[in-house]
Structure formats: structure tokens, C-alpha cells
């Protein structure tokens, strides 16, 4: 207790930090629940074990870079091949999230959205610590602070400006996913060893140290927590995340494949590493998503010195055009076949307030979006405010007639797996059908099991052949030596 005559200053409250983790940040009580020394010690033990492959992995993506800077273009690489073509799927989807039809972006912070979000009767809300959220050191630690109130149900606000209105969850929430940052981006206010934080670690470190109890025992019904993974560029990335999940259920003391995380494909390489990002997390998956925002600006950037891929106006660009529409259907394809969902993107409207046929109209075009999501294959989909919910819910309700999702469905081909044993069943099924039809006689002389059989060669051939009559010429061709006359 100082006297009354102690001139020593008194000492600002600081953080107690452990062995070479340093906080550059204001300090707050608030924040201080957060940044406890147990929670910063985990992230510490993050940023060790990884910071040297997210080195390499950065590295590799400017290296990338330069190839397609002199003319390469990405592609499937030929030495994944075996993951591409193989017979496997992801671990099954937690019960707690089957149902992804409608999920609500938006920031961590501020509060009174995080509530919004949580009662606004989407199915999932995805809390933003990337696209929406600017990553300043109030704005991360105030939203973690709501999120560990959100899981806990405790989370509340009081909105002076609304005449004291208080905003409290509602019986049924959306359940909730956290995208922490990008591979790229570090945590200036964190210095661990005297290095700047990997932000992702620091959001998805503190976050998951705090809730992942509350958050398995309440929201996940023993699954969780739940994540979105933003700018991925390479499969060697997803193999990172792997790891930060697995030493996070290690050191909890929870089952191993209890967290699980969308991938957000919204780079132009990882289009061509979608299969290789499920396989590396296979039993953390929760599918991928069409980032379609960051896809475009990926393809600009990416083909930033190919005059030839010039892309037209924004405006332009949509999910009609040939290369967005490829991209998607490739994604549906892709998770149905590893039995995990595809998810849509962001429409781009907000309802518009004080105009209501220029808000009729913008609500026209997410429909119209979403119908074309949902008819594609899409398991769910993005809003981006309350206001476009329920039109969202009525074209996916609508389309999926009481089903969850549309994993199971043939829709890209998924249940059913072409392979020449398959077609060779489905053209002897259809002879047989024929030959009911015509009789037997009819069948012999129409020669029908020959063409069959020419036409199992023509699709299982290597190489497709000019016309179809050079192989089956070779059939009708009846030599009569030096003209002897015909006996037919
Ligand atoms: C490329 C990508 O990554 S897309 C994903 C990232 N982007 C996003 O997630 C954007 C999310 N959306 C938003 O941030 C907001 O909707 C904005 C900024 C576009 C518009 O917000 P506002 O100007 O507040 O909209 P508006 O005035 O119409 O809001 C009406 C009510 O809806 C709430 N609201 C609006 N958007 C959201 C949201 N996404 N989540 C929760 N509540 C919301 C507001 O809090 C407000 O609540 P109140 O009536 O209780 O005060
Ligand atoms: O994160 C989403 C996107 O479209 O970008
Ligand atoms: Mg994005």
C-alpha cells in the first residue's frame, strides 16, 4: 500500500505475459480475460511449431508468382494425380451442421451485429476476423471478447442510441464459425520471440483456447468449434492447418477430428488444389465455399502480366460467365464426391432502405443467384444482412424439399462413379431391353450385340477415334473372291 507521501508513480496495469511473448497493445480488464497467460502460452506454442512451414509456404507463393509472371499458367499437378483419382471421402458432417442452407457473414465486432446475426434465423453465422473486419487491435480484441460471451450465451448490449433497446440470443441461434485472418497477415501487437504473431494463430488461438469447452458441450453437440479458412493458395497450407487443429485437440484433450473448417476457394491456384485441400484435412473438413470476391481478384492478379486474360468491368464478371460458372461446378463436384458440402458465395445487394422498387429489384437479383446456387448443386449459401434472409430460405427450402443439403444427390455426378465395368453392365442391361422389345430373331439379324460392342469400344478407346464408321465398316464389309455371286 503506498503512503501518502510515496511519489513513486503508480505502475500501469500490463499483461502478464509469458517466456517471450510481449503485448503491444492497449491494455484493457476486458482484453486481459482474453490475453490470459495460459491462452497467449498457447498461441506461443502455435507460432513455434508452425512459423517455420508458414514461412516456406509464403515464400512458395511468391515463387509461384514468378512462374506465372514468365507464362505459366496453374494446373493440376501431375504428382497428386493418385489424390485426385482416388476412392475416398472426408470424415462424415457433424450432425450439429448438417443443415447449412442459409449462413450470415459479418464482422466479430460490433457486438450488436454478432447478436443480430445469431437470432436473425440463418443456420450458420460466420464471424469475421478477415474480409469484413478491419484488423485493428480494438477491433480483434473486442470481438473476441464478444465471441467468448456468444458461445458462453451470455453475450448482451444495451443500445443507447435506440432509447436503451437491449439486445439479448434468442431460444435457437445459428450455430457459429470463426474465420480467423489469412497465412499473410501478422499480429504487429502480439511479438512472440521478437517477431510479429501469424494473425491467424493469435484469432484462431485465443478463440479456440477460450470456447472450445463451451462451444462442443453447447452449439457443436460434441463437435468444434467450427471454422472458415480464407486464401488458401496451396494444399501445402490446408497440411498446415491440419496441424494447428491437431495440437489444439491434443493439448485440450478433446478427439481428434472434433474441429471442423471450410476452406473458402477463392484463389485462382487453389482452384486446381481443391481436391488435395480436402484430402490434407479429410478429418477436419467441413467442405469448401466459392469466395467468388477474392477468386476474381486472384485471376487478376494472378494473370497480372498475361495481357491475353484481361478481364472487362467488375460488373461484368458474374457467376454466369464461362470461368466462374466452371469454377463453381468444379467445387460441387469436388466436395460431393468427398461427401462434404459446397457452399455458395456472396450475392452483392443489401436491401435498400427508402426505395422499394430499387429494393424489389436488388432482392430479384440474389434470387435469381441463389436459384442458380442452389440449382447447380450449392448445399448452402452466403447473406450478407438479415434483410436477405428469409428470400434466401425460400429459394433453398424450396429447391432441396425438406433435405438438409444436397450431398447425396447424382447432381455432378457424385453417387455414381463411370468406370468401363459400369458401362459395360449398363449396355448389357439395355440389349436385354432391346431384345425384349424387337424379339429375338429381329435382335440376331439387326446385329444389335455387335454395335454394342462397337459402341463400348468407341467410349472406352484412349483415343477417340476420327469417325465412328471406320471401326464398325470393318463389320459390313463381305469380300465375294474374284466376283463369285452373292448367295444372299
Ligand atoms: C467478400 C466477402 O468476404 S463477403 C463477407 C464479408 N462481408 C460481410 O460479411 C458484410 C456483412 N454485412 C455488413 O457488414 C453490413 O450488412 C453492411 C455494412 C453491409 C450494412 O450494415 P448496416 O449499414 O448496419 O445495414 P442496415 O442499417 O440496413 O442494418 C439494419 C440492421 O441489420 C443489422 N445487420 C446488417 N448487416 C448485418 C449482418 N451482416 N449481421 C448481423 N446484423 C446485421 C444491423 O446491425 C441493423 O440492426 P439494428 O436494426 O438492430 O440496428
Ligand atoms: O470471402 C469471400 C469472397 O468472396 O471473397
Ligand atoms: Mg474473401
Redesign the pocket.
Known amino acids: 500500500m503506498p503512503s501518502l507521501h510515496d511519489t513513486t508513480p503508480a505502475m500501469a496495469p500490463s499483461y502478464d505475459t509469458p517466456e517471450g511473448v510481449d503485448i503491444r497493445g492497449r491494455y484493457d480488464p476486458e482484453f486481459a480475460a482474453i490475453l490470459t497467460r495460459d491462452a497467449l502460452a498457447f498461441v506461443a506454442g502455435l507460432q513455434r511449431e508452425f512459423r517455420g512451414p508458414v514461412r516456406y509456404a509464403m515464400e512458395r507463393r511468391r515463387e509461384a508468382q514468378r512462374r506465372y509472371d514468365a507464362g505459366e499458367l496453374p494446373r493440376f499437378d501431375p504428382s497428386t494425380r493418385f489424390v485426385r483419382e482416388g476412392d475416398w471421402a472426408c470424415a462424415p458432417v457433424p450432425p450439429a451442421i448438417a443443415d447449412r442452407t442459409v449462413e450470415?457473414?459479418?464482422?466479430a465486432d460490433?457486438r450488436?451485429?454478432?447478436?443480430?446475426?445469431?437470432n436473425?434465423g440463418a443456420k450458420v453465422?460466420?464471424a469475421?476476423f478477415?474480409?469484413?473486419l478491419a484488423p485493428t487491435w480494438e477491433n480483434l480484441m473486442r470481438g473476441q471478447v464478444n465471441l467468448r460471451y456468444a458461445v458462453a450465451g451470455t453475450i448482451s448490449f444495451r443500445?443507447a442510441?435506440?432509447g436503451g433497446?437491449v439486445?439479448k440470443l434468442d431460444e435457437r441461434t445459428a450455430k457459429l464459425f470463426v474465420?480467423p485472418r489469412g497465412w499473410h497477415l501478422p499480429e504487429a501487437h502480439v511479438l512472440i520471440d521478437g517477431e510479429p504473431a501469424i494473425g491467424c494463430l493469435v484469432d484462431f488461438g485465443l478463440y479456440f483456447f477460450h470456447s472450445h469447452a463451451a462451444f462442443r458441450a453447447g452449439q457443436g453437440a460434441g463437435f468444434g468449434p467450427f471454422f472458415y479458412l480464407?486464401k488458401m493458395e496451396h494444399s501445402r497450407e490446408a497440411r498446415i492447418w491440419n496441424g494447428v487443429f491437431e495440437r489444439a485437440e491434443r493439448v485440450a484433450g478433446i478427439e481428434r477430428g472434433s474441429i471442423r473448417a471450410t476452406v473458402?476457394v477463392?484463389t485462382l491456384p487453389a482452384v486446381f488444389q481443391m481436391d488435395e485441400i480436402l484430402h490434407e484435412l479429410r478429418d477436419h473438413s467441413a467442405g469448401l465455399n466459392c469466395?467468388?470476391?477474392?477468386y476474381i481478384f486472384s485471376y487478376v492478379k494472378t494473370f497480372r502480366a498475361h495481357p491475353d486474360r484481361l478481364l472487362p468491368d467488375r460488373a461484368l464478371v458474374g457467376m454466369a460467365q464461362h470461368f466462374m460458372r466452371s469454377y463453381s461446378h468444379l467445387l460441387i463436384r469436388t466436395c460431393h464426391r468427398r461427401r462434404v458440402h459446397a457452399m455458395g458465395?456472396?450475392a452483392a445487394q443489401?436491401?435498400i432502405?427508402d426505395d422499394a422498387a430499387a429494393n424489389e429489384a436488388a432482392l430479384e437479383l440474389v434470387r435469381r443467384d441463389k436459384l442458380r446456387e442452389v440449382r447447380a448443386g450449392h448445399d448452402g449459401t452466403?447473406?450478407?444482412?438479415?434483410?436477405l434472409i428469409p428470400a434466401i430460405r425460400e429459394v433453398f427450402e424450396g429447391h432441396l424439399g425438406g433435405k438438409s443439403n444436397q450431398i447425396d444427390a447424382a447432381a455432378g455426378g457424385v453417387a455414381v462413379r463411370a468406370t468401363p465395368e459400369l458401362l459395360a453392365r449398363v449396355v448389357e442391361e439395355e440389349m436385354a431391353r432391346v431384345q425384349a422389345e424387337v424379339g429375338a430373331e429381329r435382335f440376331r439379324r439387326g446385329r444389335y450385340a455387335e454395335a454394342g460392342r462397337v459402341f463400348i469400344r468407341q467410349c472406352v478407346a484412349p483415343e477417340l477415334d476420327d469417325f465412328l464408321t471406320l471401326d464398325a465398316y470393318g463389320l459390313i464389309v463381305v469380300h465375294h473372291p474374284r466376283g463369285t455371286p452373292s448367295k444372299l
Open positions: 450470415i457473414t459479418g464482422p460490433p450488436k451485429m454478432v447478436i443480430n446475426a445469431l436473425s453465422f460466420m469475421d478477415e474480409d469484413a443500445d442510441a435506440r433497446r439486445y474465420r480464407p473458402l477463392e469466395g467468388r470476391w477474392d458465395g456472396m443489401i436491401p432502405k452466403w447473406a450478407a444482412h438479415p434483410g
